[in-house]
C-alpha cells in the first residue's frame, strides 16, 4: 500500500560546490533563480532555488562544515557535484515518518526548520519545513531521499519565481544512473510502497506518486543511447545523472542555453560538464 502522507517527488537537490558560481551558471541557462538562502548553523548550508509547478529543484552548498552536513561532504568529495538528495512532498512529516517506521525503517526526524526569504517587494519573511529522512543508509542507487512538509509554500512558491526564460515548466523525470537497475529500483520501491515496471530499452521506472515526476533507473550505456551526442563526461557510473525537464517551448529553450544547447532526438540538452554535475533534458510539454 502507498505511503498515505507522502505524495511524490517535491524537488531535486543539485549539490554544488561553489553555491554562488552555480547559481550564475543556472541563470546563464535560462533559469530564473531565487535569492540565496542560508540556513541555520547547525546545518552549515546555503541555497538558491529554481520554481517550477508543482516542484523545483534546489542548488545547495555547504557555507561551514557540521556533523549535519557530513554526508553531503562526503558525496562532494567522492562524487564531486550532481544529483545528491531527492525530496518527497509530506503532507504531514510526523505521520510519514511513523508510516515508514510501520515498515521497519528508523527515520531521521522529522526536525522543523526555517531559511530567511526576500520577497519581491523587498521584504523579508521565512520559508519554514518539517522534514524527515529515511535512513541515510537507505539510498536507492546512491540518492538520499527524504520528505518535506512546506508549512510557507507562499514564500517557497513565488510567481515571479517560476517564469524562466528556458521555459522550464515542472520536472517529468529523475534519471538515476545504476550497473543493476532493476536491483536499485526494487530498493526504491520498497523505501516507497511504489511498483517497479522495466521499459523496453532495460531501464526501471518508479513512480513517484500521483502526478509528480518518475524515478528511471538505468545503465549509463542505456542513458547514453536515450541522449546520443550528449557528453556524459563527470558522471558516476552509479548516482544521479540527469534531470528530464517540461518545456513549454523547445524554440524558446534552444535561443535561452545558447552555446550549451545540444539537440539529442526530441530533446534539447545540456551536458553535465555544463551544469554542475547533471545532464539536463527538455521535453516538450
Known amino acids: 500500500m502507498a505511503l498515505k ?19 550564475e551558471n543556472y541563470k546563464r541557462l535560462g533559469f530564473t533563480v531565487s535569492p ?3 540556513h541555520s548553523a547547525h546545518m552549515g548550508s546555503g541555497n538558491y532555488t529554481i520554481m517550477f509547478d508543482p516542484d523545483y529543484m534546489e542548488l545547495l552548498g555547504v557555507l561551514a562544515p557540521t556533523e549535519h552536513n557530513a554526508p553531503a561532504r562526503a558525496f562532494l568529495e567522492k562524487r564531486g557535484e550532481g544529483i545528491e538528495r531527492i525530496a518527497f512532498t509530506a503532507v504531514d512529516s510526523t505521520a510519514g515518518a511513523e508510516e515508514i517506521r510501520a515498515h521497519g525503517l528508523t527515520p531521521v526526524g522529522p526536525v522543523d526548520f526555517e531559511r530567511p526569504v526576500t520577497l519581491p ?55 538515476i544512473a545504476s550497473p543493476e537497475p532493476a536491483n536499485d529500483a526494487a530498493h526504491l ?19 513517484s506518486g500521483g502526478d509528480r515526476a518518475d524515478f528511471v533507473f ?4 542505456q542513458l547514453g543511447k536515450r541522449y546520443p551526442g550528449v557528453s556524459l563526461r563527470g558522471l558516476a557510473e552509479r548516482g544521479g545523472a540527469a534531470l528530464v525537464l517540461v518545456s513549454g517551448d523547445l524554440e524558446a529553450t534552444e535561443k ?24 539536463l533534458a527538455f521535453v516538450a510539454g
Request: aromatic share 4%; proline share 4%; glycine share 8%.
Open 256 to 279: 535561452a542555453l545558447g552555446a550549451a544547447a545540444t539537440r539529442s532526438g526530441a530533446a534539447i540538452c545540456v551536458a553535465p560538464a555544463a551544469a554542475n554535475g547533471t545532464l
Open 218 to 221: 538505468l545503465t549509463l550505456d
Open 189 to 207: 520501491s520498497r523505501l516507497i510502497d511504489r511498483e517497479a515496471k522495466a521499459e523496453a530499452d532495460g531501464a526501471v521506472t518508479v513512480p
Open 121 to 175: 517587494d523587498g521584504t523579508v519573511s521565512a520559508a519554514k519545513f518539517r522534514v524527515f529522512q529515511w535512513p541515510v543508509a537507505e539510498a536507492p542507487g546512491g540518492v538520499r531521499i527524504f520528505a518535506c512538509q512546506h508549512k510557507t509554500r507562499e514564500t517557497v512558491w513565488i510567481p515571479e519565481l517560476m517564469m524562466h526564460a528556458n521555459r522550464a515548466k515542472r520536472l517529468k523525470q529523475v534519471l
Open 36 to 38: 540565496r538562502g542560508t
Open 5 to 23: 502522507n507522502v505524495i511524490g517527488i517535491d524537488h531535486a537537490v543539485v549539490m554544488v560546490k561553489d553555491l554562488d558560481k552555480a547559481a
